[in-house]
């Protein structure tokens, strides 16, 4: 396997619970720090979210590996934020056979 290109960083988030101040919780996201991604789109499809149009692609983000466990490791149900795009993980898995780069499946969903 040849090195791949990680020339994105991106801000690897994680869903957290916030007080809402009437003694409930609302769902926010917590930066766990940067990580140097690798890009390639994948396949698109159009569709409707609440009666808004939507277009979602899923994208291969390639970066470096991180053992099981730790915080700069992705995982599914995480996110990976570039500004204003985010990509919702689907999956995370190892890229090549020396544990040097995992694959997240990721994908983007933007107001069509």
């Known amino acids: 396997m040849t090195a791949p290109v990680l020339n994105r960083p991106m801000v690897l988030e994680d869903r957290v619970q916030l007080p ?4 409930g919780f609302s769902e926010g996201w917590q930066a766990l720090g940067t990580v140097w ?3 390639r789109p994948g396949a698109g499809r159009g569709g409707d979210v609440a009666g808004l149009a939507v ?5 291969r983000l390639t970066c470096r590996a991180a053992p099981v466990g730790a915080p700069s490791r992705p995982r599914a149900g995480q996110r990976l934020r570039e500004g ?3 990509f919702r993980i689907l999956a995370v898995a190892e ?3 020396h544990q040097r ?5 990721a994908r ?3 107001a069509a």
Do not use: I, K, N, P
């Open 101 to 105: 780069y995992l694959v997240c499946t």
């Open 84 to 86: 204003a795009r985010v």
């Open 20 to 23: 809402d101040g009437a003694g």
């Open 108 to 110: 983007e969903e933007v």
């Open 37 to 39: 991604v690798g890009v």
């Open 55 to 59: 277009g979602q692609v899923t994208h």
């Open 95 to 97: 890229a090549d056979g």
